[in-house]
């Protein structure tokens, strides 16, 4: 039993309000306390992100990390994902206040009171966050909320090439230009999102980077002329939304470009998504390449760029009853994560290793700091019992 | 040795530039390689962060987290440090990329390569930073860092009593106006650097807040506004630096706090330095509580706030020979950590826990999260090798 007040978490569960309502422990997905003048809200590992701010509208507080629409804080939790906000807001791990977790051992364990700052002991908050339910089962989580900025502009901005983009935008970055978000999509995504048909307009199938300006109306008016000053000798056109449903619009291609490249699929098709990451002086070569990568396999992917952190996915369509596709796909997802390696980043950014990208995590960190991960769950789950076979094996 | 390529980190200490110079092996305080188009640098634990930040002026980045000026970035891995930017740029935490650590077994691990962003395993870079050196010895950090804002302006506000003060400051942190720094010093410590004479004006003996505001000019220009109007209702006065100097002179006497408070002791005297934090709605209470108890309990000490995190110190000046003195500063700091607690905060924001506050972990996150971390120690050092007698004991 959690061994000091403030969140005695099972008990919470059993108790009002939820005493008696079976259905609603079962689900796991309510709001159990919301803090306003904290700025922070505890929560139950199935609640969706989207959902949960749809409940914290009133307050004017949101939580921004933002991911896939339908992923939930628990999941979120377990790959210390991220999403479009991140390159402002940051991740997952930064979010977390504390976390309840039943170990292997059936204690139930709280690694934090409820202070936005500390420094008392072990961070297991972080060790938690991104270990992919290998280490407990989290079943509370207090999370960190912002105040809606004031004012929100949209930018969306096409390229003649890639490396003329990923080139801009590592501009932008290195004059620390305050951007809330800046994505990248490539000419075959833009071409997607158009034969799909999910968003309102034709998109001209180019390079194109999104832009979301946020925070006070002078700070969006000074961060939308340095943009344009920034990557004006690279950009073809600059197209800034008037109002919040032109934004919308702009912004529902960005949105749409996993749903759309699902849409094109037929009945054996599936989308393949990968994600690397590397420094940012890397970022045009490896998108560059990884671009020529897919057109000499053949493989038909989009690729779409998280560009303000260094991170960028693959969705990748394919036929999975065809084999030798099959093995175009693995051999692109492969060379992506090697070219990354190579220049010292990252096999994943947010989604994880799980079960497929083992290998290339002790590639990437070799063997000695995986196995430290290893005595670490060892010491937690002597039995193997926590969610086995992700992250590494119990032998390499 | 390290496994991987980009990090062989001994190796390099020895190798060129420093082949056959011992002494700088020995100082362990160099700058081992600066990336600039990936804003991320390769230190040794002994650089200095401000000496650090002169080697960097040049290229027109900085390192953000700024603790008391002596501070070496080993020992602010160590316990997760913060300082005045926090508010904004967040701890050290935030700051690490990767750490080469020397295991109590002799084996050297790389936590992670160089991305800004990962999802790739465990979080062990977040694992040792704030371990206070008790799960192996840092040997080499690799830092990001940020481009300097293009514009800073400082300004000093007073208030009649320090109940307005924290008020005012809540308000601001629920307001998210865009702040990079947020400093309290009551009346004591404002007579303090008054009667140290360290910094070239007399101020007002009143509770005051100091203030960064950073960034385009017509962001710093909007919080400036902003930040007038909701300190409005509980302020004196108000004053803003006009040029550069002016901010230094203003800023000084901040910088000059804990100075200030040793240079008014004598032979016996020590000041004791403590912090705590708490959630943002339990600032002003545990601030107005905390200086009653000091009143009451007749010890001289300052009370000094990174009010920005819910964070702040108490410096408390004693004779170091009077043992019921000592008694009375004891029950003093007691105090201030059962009230943090109480309000579901931690008994240290950023000085870490040692030698003297393992009581108070046990109290803040009660024995199985302790035990945890007790768990996640003995599995990297079954022998207890490591700074022994820190954060926790071998048994409690």
């Known amino acids: 039993m959690n061994p000091y007040s403030g969140g005695s978490s099972l008990e919470a569960n059993f108790a009002a309000p939820y005493g008696g309502v079976t259905i609603d422990f079962m689900a796991m997905d309510q709001v159990i306390a919301l ?41 979120m939790v377990g790959t210390n994902c991220s999403g479009t906000n991140a ?35 072990y961070n297991l908050t972080g060790l938690f966050v991104g270990s992919e339910g290998t280490l407990g089962l989290v079943t509370e989580i207090t999370l960190k909320l912002s105040p809606i900025p004031e004012n929100t502009r949209v930018g969306v901005v096409t390229f003649s090439d890639i490396g003329k983009a990923a080139t801009a ?52 008016a000074d961060s939308i002329n340095q943009t344009k000053e920034t990557i004006q000798p690279f950009a073809d056109t600059f197209e800034f939304a008037k109002d919040d449903d032109e934004a919308h619009m702009l912004w529902s291609a960005r949105k749409e470009a996993l749903w759309s490249m699902i849409a094109l699929g037929d009945e054996g098709s599936s989308v393949w998504t990968t994600d690397v990451a590397v420094p940012i002086s890397s970022l045009r070569e490896i998108i560059e390449t990884s671009k020529k990568d897919i057109d000499d396999l053949g493989v038909f992917a989009g ?14 369509l394919h ?15 492969h ?32 063997y000695d700091t995986v196995d430290v991960m290893r005595n670490l769950k060892l010491a937690l789950d002597p039995h193997w019992l926590m969610n086995p076979g992700k992250i590494f094996d119990f032998k390499n």
């Open 319 to 333: 036929n999975r009853n065809d084999p030798e596709e099959q093995k175009r796909v693995e051999q692109c997802v």
């Open 169 to 220: 935008a590592s501009k932008m970055i290195r004059r620390g230009i305050p951007v809330q978000c800046m994505e990248l999509m490539d000419d075959v995504q833009m071409s997607v999102v158009n034969r799909a048909g999910g968003t309102s307009r034709v998109w001209k199938e180019l390079p194109t980077l999104f832009f979301k300006f946020s925070g006070t109306k002078g700070q969006v």
């Open 87 to 121: 390159m402002h807001y940051g991740t997952m791990k930064d979010w977390v206040i504390n976390l309840t977790v039943v170990l292997a051992d059936g204690r139930i364990i709280k690694t934090r009171r409820r202070p936005r700052k500390t420094s008392a002991g």
């Open 35 to 75: 803090h306003e003048e904290d700025m922070d809200v505890v929560v139950q590992p199935s609640i969706q992100w989207q959902e949960l701010n749809q409940k914290l509208e009133h307050t004017n507080l949101f939580f921004p990390v933002d991911p896939g629409p339908s992923a939930k804080i628990g999941g």
């Open 303 to 316: 690729v779409i760029g998280h560009i303000g952190d260094g991170n960028f996915h693959g969705f990748i």
């Open 335 to 366: 060379n992506m994560v090697e070219r990354a390696l190579e220049m010292d980043g990252s096999c994943t950014g947010e989604h994880g290793i799980g079960m497929g990208k083992k290998d290339f995590l002790l590639r990437e960190l070799g």
